[in-house]
């Protein structure tokens, strides 16, 4: 039989769930994991939503996202902050380990990508006391670049793996992506250097030929073009312990999909991913 | 009036115009130059084409594309070469010092992307005698992260200008791209180092929010999030006296509309960032 263990599926891969629907759902399925979203989490209340996943003894890689902090006004700039903290705040409710920074892109007129970049290290320095207060680390994950504009304008592993760095392993980490990175050259390097401390979870998702959407278009595993095996393999050669978790975003074709036929095959397609880690004969 | 003597359009951008359309639609804006792609060249035929172009006064910064070379086997692979070869016969029969190398992605069924790229730089150094034999370079541009799989594997600046410098300046350059390259925080650092002397032609397109479609729905330069002025302001530090030239894939809106008015308007968007070279106050 698989084994599941460190296996989590995100729920916006079941988007039409609700938080209590997709713990019963994963939890039947024998998936030992669920990561949560935050409008799916208000909508059963933090408190019942922390409870609900408790007592179906699934585990929580993250929560998911941040609030966005693309915003040049100081009053809006703040409020987000104070979403993000509240956010925080939920995400050591749940027991989930890191809150995924999903900081937006560029603010409304704005074309100056590097000041959107500075003004998100900005954020990341004011939100670090109550990362560190809660025990819940910033999530950096690196999104594609095609989101650039309007969705995160952090769009490189190296450039996360460099914020790190900086604002310090402590309060934040990685959240790695195959559907973000599969392209960059530098992805497995980047991976390596970073090394299984900074990981903090690993998201799966298959990059499809065509791809239809822009947005909503992601690929069940080993339906698209990426190599699994070998991010696996690489991920046991450097110590990797952490979860492994799908998440889709699927408009064409797994949302439409009832939840449970799209947990079977999430299931049946991550096995051979996301088991015990093999040693590396030396 | 509008400097364009610097100043092409790719023909792509009116789609539904065939070469000798598009020659005279261009001359008679006062645009300089054309790039050509070499679908429409077949049509109109190579010499004839050459001759139309040379006719109506009008500098070719660059044939667009060469030939796919992600094939497996390899008679399939040295046909592509062949076919390579004959573009470079073209471009330099149409006066372009460069041929636009888009060399695909994945092979079919492949999932192996540094496999991939091995096989592009293999390419590029058996084309590179016939590059040298002709005149023409061969044009290194970075694509977009969103098509590494299906259209190009060469997807940062930085790995561009690596290939240019180990294939040598003397056969190779880089083809810039805004609308390509525009997310990447080393970009303008990028072209800094790369010099004038390896830009062969920069090619102006905006990205536009939302973006609908992945491949057809590239912005008029002022319709996106592209900061043009700061390119402008950065070529011209660095001393680039090159082409400029706009390159749209419009599904939505300019491939729709009557050639005249989307050169119309290209030439009206583009022209306060295709002018003469300011000299930088010291």
């Excluded at 939503?49 to 902090?69: E, K, Q, S, Y």
């Excluded at 239809?212 to 991920?235: E, P, Q, S, T």
Aim: hydrophobic fraction near 45%; aromatic fraction near 10%.
């Amino acid at each position: 039989m698989a084994d599941l263990s460190r296996f989590a599926i995100n729920q916006i891969t079941t988007r039409d769930w609700t938080l209590e629907q997709a713990v019963d759902g994963y939890a039947r399925a024998g998936v030992a994991g669920i990561a949560v979203w935050m409008e799916y989490l208000d909508a059963a209340g933090v408190t019942q939503g922390a409870r609900m996943i408790r007592d179906a003894g699934l585990f929580v890689p993250c929560l998911c996202t941040g609030a966005w902090v693309n915003i040049s006004d100081k009053a809006g700039f703040n409020a987000a902050l104070d979403e993000n903290r509240r956010r925080l705040d939920a995400a050591a409710e749940i027991g989930a380990p890191c809150l995924v920074m999903v900081p937006g892109g560029l603010a409304t007129g704005e074309k100056n990508l590097a000041a959107a970049r500075s003004r998100v290290i900005g954020a990341f320095e004011e939100l670090l006391p109550h990362a560190r207060a809660t025990g819940v680390k910033l999530g950096l994950e690196p999104l594609h670049p095609m989101y650039a504009a309007d969705r995160s304008c952090l769009n490189s592993f190296a450039h996360c793996l460099d914020l790190v760095r900086s604002l310090g392993s402590a309060d934040t980490g990685i959240v790695a992506d195959t559907y973000h990175c599969w392209w960059d050259a530098s992805f497995m390097s980047g991976l390596r250097e970073a090394g299984p401390e900074n990981i903090l979870t690993f998201h799966l998702c298959d990059w499809l030929v065509p791809t239809r959407d822009v947005y909503h278009d992601r690929g069940m595993i080993g339906d698209g073009v990426i190599d699994f095996a070998a991010y696996k393999a690489l991920l046991d050669e450097i110590g990797y312990d952490g979860p492994f978790e799908i998440e889709l975003f699927s408009k064409f074709d797994w949302w439409l999909r009832d939840g449970h036929e799209t947990v079977a095959v999430a299931v049946e397609r991550c096995a051979p991913f996301v088991g015990a880690r093999q040693k590396v004969a030396s």
